[in-house]
C-alpha cells in the first residue's frame, strides 16, 4: 500500500483549497491537537468538550485538492441575531498564504449567516485581519460581562 504525502502549500494555490461547512469531513484529531497543544485560547482543551463545540456550532474546514484539512473555524450562533467567531486557525506551513482571509470571508458570507445585529470575537493578537473585515474594539465594554468558571478552575489549581 502506498501512502500519499499531502499537498505541500507550494504545491496547492489557494484558489484550489475548498472550504466545507460538513460537520462530517472535519478531522477531529487535527483540530483537537492543534486547539489543545498549539493554541493560547483553547490550551488544554478536552476532547470531549472539543467534539461538542463541533456539533453545536457551524464549522468551516480548509482543505487540499487530496482532503486533507489545513485550517478551520466556527461560529457559535442563533442564525438571526448574533454569531461568535470561534477556533480560527492555520496549520502553521499554511500561514501567511491568505487562508485565514478566506476562512474570515467564508463565515462573514454564508448564507445562514446573513442579517445577523451582532458579529463578535476575541482574539489576543489578530486585530490587523478582523479589522479589515470591519471588526472593531468593543465600542461600549461596559455593557459586556463574562463568566470563565474552567480559567477560573485552572487558576485555582495552579496556586
Same mark, same amino acid.
Given at each position: @500500500? =502506498?501512502? !500519499? !504525502?499531502?499537498? /505541500?502549500?507550494?504545491? +496547492?494555490?489557494?484558489?484550489?483549497? !475548498?472550504? /466545507?461547512?460538513?460537520?462530517?469531513?472535519?478531522?477531529?484529531?487535527?483540530?483537537?491537537?492543534?486547539l489543545s497543544r498549539q493554541s493560547y485560547w483553547a490550551a488544554g482543551i478536552p476532547r470531549g468538550t472539543l467534539e461538542r463545540s463541533i456539533h453545536n456550532s457551524l464549522v468551516f474546514g480548509a482543505?487540499? /485538492?487530496? %482532503?486533507?484539512? *489545513?485550517?478551520?473555524? &466556527?461560529? *457559535?450562533?442563533?442564525? +438571526?441575531?448574533f454569531a461568535? *467567531? @470561534?477556533?480560527?486557525?492555520?496549520?502553521p !506551513? #499554511?500561514?501567511? $498564504?491568505g487562508l485565514g482571509k &478566506?476562512? *474570515?470571508? +467564508?463565515?462573514?458570507?454564508?448564507? =445562514?449567516? $446573513? %442579517?445577523? &445585529?451582532? #458579529? /463578535?470575537?476575541a482574539t489576543r493578537d489578530r486585530h490587523g485581519l478582523y479589522a479589515r473585515y470591519g471588526f472593531t474594539p468593543l465600542s461600549e465594554p461596559e455593557l459586556f460581562m463574562e463568566l470563565c468558571p474552567y480559567r477560573a478552575a485552572s487558576s485555582s489549581r495552579d496556586a
Open positions: @500500500m =502506498k501512502f !500519499e !504525502e499531502p499537498v /505541500s502549500p507550494v504545491d +496547492a494555490p489557494l484558489d484550489r483549497i !475548498e472550504i /466545507s461547512t460538513d460537520p462530517d469531513r472535519i478531522d477531529t484529531d487535527l483540530v483537537h491537537d492543534f482543505y487540499t /485538492s487530496d %482532503g486533507h484539512q *489545513v485550517g478551520f473555524v &466556527r461560529a *457559535v450562533t442563533d442564525y +438571526a441575531t461568535h *467567531v @470561534m477556533d480560527l486557525f492555520v496549520l !506551513e #499554511w500561514q501567511h $498564504q &478566506r476562512l *474570515v470571508e +467564508a463565515i462573514l458570507t454564508h448564507p =445562514k449567516l $446573513q %442579517g445577523l &445585529r451582532r #458579529w /463578535s470575537l
